[in-house]
Structures are given as structure tokens and as C-alpha cells.
């Protein structure tokens, strides 16, 4: 009922927007804020890709900026974390407390709480969003919403941690407004709205390698497929507040992290064949990001996030009441983010921008999955509601006295 609410409200207001946009031309610009999403970055895994100068960009983000560990969720997974992220309230809150909920697959009409997308869009600040985990079906937005993880489609008719093709999309529509879809296909071509499927224990076997580097060709095409989707969004539709989120890091530490003999689940038939597979997710994200940073100037804020990061299974994995939830196909998986202590695989946060302090580090757990909608909010000059668990980042601003860094 409280969705309905809120949703019939925005759906309602969207029909102004062009009034708004009328009213609000007259005034300053408003902020632009992009936030870059990337599913189980672990800091464990890029730090030394850092120091080997193979992640320059997130390394000049870094240094012009503010950074450190994030607190995630307990026993975190994508639909879990990254609704906190939206509403700035628990996922027992909010509705969406797993992956499968009352044996439907996560979606937006789950939502219990207004979620950022539509407060910024009352406001008349334009959003963009693409390939965000949770966001299927899309909803109305004052400007575009391209859905992500959890998209069901041919192939993928659960919507769990499978890729449907945005021709093979079914039950909702995956692509707001309607007439983009037709405009997507014509100039990105038919892509894959989320990351590839693991494989499962049936099909490795005996053919390790094979279907080790078939998967991991698969992951760089839909990648490939995400930067020329993020590139042609932020050169034609550029918005005043973009979201766009990889997750194929995530998948591929599930099963390739590279770990040691020792840990548990190890199998040199799997895990000796390409252990620089998970780290060049990373380097490979890295480019993304570069791209994503040619569309950037100094007066544009940067946030990138990891919902969690990932960690390789541990020695008390059989009595641990969260192994294998969320991935829990046959898929031998070495590596998971779904222990009950989130604060055992925390994300991680980087923010750079006007006013952000430069060279950064922030200690401890300073910043949480709840503190990213109000601190967007903040960066508008738009009051966080009564609802929001989380905090303004003033701690990351210069001047931590201002209420609202930018108007
Ligand atoms: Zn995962």
C-alpha cells in the first residue's frame, strides 16, 4: 500500500515535468552527481593492482578524493545492499530481503519505501539509471531507467544471477521510457542486461579449462557491452544525477577467486587454471571507468561503491547458517559475501568532487550503505526524509559546517 503510494505520487508528477523543467531553467544548473556501482569490489584484491599502476583511474579518483572501507548489510547480498542504498532503510524495512522473497524473485514492486530515483525526480533533478542491481521492473523516472541483476527473461526466467538479452526480457519491461528500448537496440545493438550464469558443477567437469575461458570470453563481451551502453548514455542523454553498476567482479570471485591450496574448497582442477581471472575483472573495470571519467569535469561529483566485497570460504563453512545462500546452484564456489558479520566483507566507497576532501582516508567504518541516498539528497539541496537510517557525509566535504554542499 505504502509503495502504491508513493509510486502513484511520482507517476503523477512526472506528467509536470515539463512544467518543472520550465520553472527550474531560469535558476543556476543543478549538481551532477555520478555514482558508479561495481558488485563485490574487494579492497584485498585491488590493492595491489593499485600499486602495480594497473587501475590508474580509480587510482587518480583515489588521490582527488576521499575513500575507505563500507559498511554493508548483515549476511549482504546485491538486492539486499543496494536497496539499503536506495531508500536508506533495512531490507526488513524496505521489502527486499534476499534474493527471493516469499518465492518471488526480488523486483521494484516489492519497494515499501520510496527509493532515491523518485525523490530526485519530484525535485526535477533528471535521472539516469542502467544496469543497477533491483531496479526490474523500471519505473518512472524524470529521465531514463535501464534495469539490471534480477531481470527476468528467456533463459533467465528466475532472474537470479543470469543474463537475458534486452530482445529476450519478459514479465515487465526493462527499459524506461518504453520508446528508448527501440533506440538502444538500433545504436548499442541487443546487449545482455546483467552478467553470465556460473556454471554448474555438472558442466566443469572434466572440461575445467574449456568452460573456464568460454565463461570468462562471455563476461568480456558483456562488459565490452556495458561500457558502450554507459559511453552512448552519458554522450546523448546526459542526466544531472547517473547510476550505472557492473557486477560480472562479483560473479567471477565466486568461483575463480584466487585463493591458496590450503582454504577450504579448493580444487587445482578449477582453481589452478586461471588465477589471474578475478583480479582482471578489476583492471578491466578499471577502463570502464575511464570512460565513465572522460564524461566527468571538475564540477561533477564521483561516488563509486561496492555493495560488499568477498571474501574465500572459511574453516567453519558447514556450520555457518548463511553458506551458499545466494548462489546456492551447484556452481563450487570458493568465495562468498553472505556471512552473517557484514562487517567481515565490507564494500568500498571513493567519492571525489567539489568541496570532497582530496587524499582522504577514512577509518573504520565511517561510511554505510544507508549514508548514500542522504548524502545525494544533501549534494541537491533536497532534505533527507524521517525515513533515511543513514547520515549526511558532511565528514567528507571541506566545509563540513555548510548544510547543503552545492546548491
Ligand atoms: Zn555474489
Known amino acids: 500500500m505504502i509503495a502504491r503510494k508513493w509510486q502513484v505520487c511520482l507517476a503523477g508528477l512526472l506528467l509536470l515535468t515539463p512544467l518543472l523543467q520550465a520553472q527550474t531553467q531560469s535558476t543556476k544548473p543543478k549538481p551532477r552527481v555520478v555514482v558508479i556501482g ?95 542491481p533491483a531496479t526490474f521492473p523500471v519505473m518512472p523516472v524524470n529521465g531514463y531507467m535501464i534495469s539490471g541483476m534480477l531481470t527476468r527473461g528467456k533463459n533467465c526466467e528466475d532472474g537470479v544471477l543470469c543474463a537475458p538479452k534486452l530482445s529476450e526480457v519478459e514479465g515487465g519491461d526493462a527499459v524506461y521510457p518504453a520508446a528508448m528500448r527501440a533506440e538502444l537496440m ?37 562488459r565490452e557491452q556495458q561500457n558502450k551502453l554507459f559511453d552512448y548514455l552519458l554522450t546523448n542523454h546526459p542526466t544531472d544525477f547517473t547510476w550505472m553498476v557492473q557486477s560480472c567482479e562479483d560473479r567471477t570471485g565466486h568461483w575463480l577467486y584466487p585463493i591458496a591450496p590450503y582454504n577450504v574448497g579448493y580444487n587445482p582442477k578449477i582453481n589452478g587454471v586461471r588465477p589471474d581471472a578475478f583480479p582482471s575483472q578489476y583492471i578491466a573495470f578499471d577502463q570502464v571507468l575511464g570512460t565513465i571519467l572522460k564524461h566527468v569535469d571538475e564540477s561533477t561529483y564521483v561516488l563509486i561503491v561496492s555493495d560488499h566485497g568477498i571474501k574465500p570460504l572459511r574453516e567453519f563453512e558447514d556450520t555457518d547458517p548463511h553458506a551458499h545462500m545466494d548462489h546456492e546452484k551447484t556452481t563450487p ?48 539541496g533536497i532534505e533527507p526524509p524521517a525515513q533515511m537510517e543513514g547520515h549526511v557525509l558532511t565528514e567528507i566535504f571541506e566545509n563540513s559546517e555548510n548544510k547543503v554542499a552545492q546548491k
Not at 538500433?186 to 574449456?210: T, W
Not at 577514512?362 to 548514500?372: A, E, H, K, T
Request: overall charge neutral; some cysteine.
Open 186 to 222: 538500433k545504436n548499442v545493438g541487443d546487449f545482455y542486461i546483467d552478467c553470465e550464469r556460473m556454471p554448474s558443477a555438472e558442466q566443469l567437469r572434466g572440461h575445467e579449462s574449456e568452460v573456464i575461458d568460454s565463461w570468462l570470453k562471455r563476461v568480456d563481451v558483456i
Open 38 to 132: 561495481v558488485n563485490g569490489m574487494e579492497l584485498d584484491v585491488i590493492r595491489p593492482l593499485i600499486l602495480k599502476g594497473q587501475m590508474p583511474n580509480l587510482a587518480r579518483v583515489i588521490k582527488n578524493g576521499a575513500y575507505g572501507k563500507f559498511r554493508t548489510v548483515p549476511a549482504p547480498n546485491c538486492p539486499k545492499a543496494y536497496t539499503a542504498m536506495f531508500t536508506s532503510t533495512k531490507p526488513e524495512e524496505n521489502g527486499v530481503t534476499g534474493f527471493v522473497i516469499g518465492g518471488i524473485t526480488a523486483n521494484t514492486n516489492m519497494l515499501k519505501k520510496e527509493p532515491i530515483w523518485s525523490m530526485l525526480s519530484k525535485n526535477g533533478v533528471t535521472v539516469g539509471m542502467a544496469n543497477v
Open 333 to 380: 564456489v570458493i568465495a562468498k559475501h553472505d556471512f552473517a558479520d557484514g562487517d567481515d566483507v565490507p564494500g568500498s566507497f571513493f567519492a571525489m568532487g567539489p568541496g570532497i576532501k582530496r587524499d582522504l582516508r577514512l577509518m573504520g567504518f565511517q561510511v554505510s550503505v544507508f549514508d548514500i541516498a542522504p548524502t545525494i539528497l544533501h549534494i541537491y
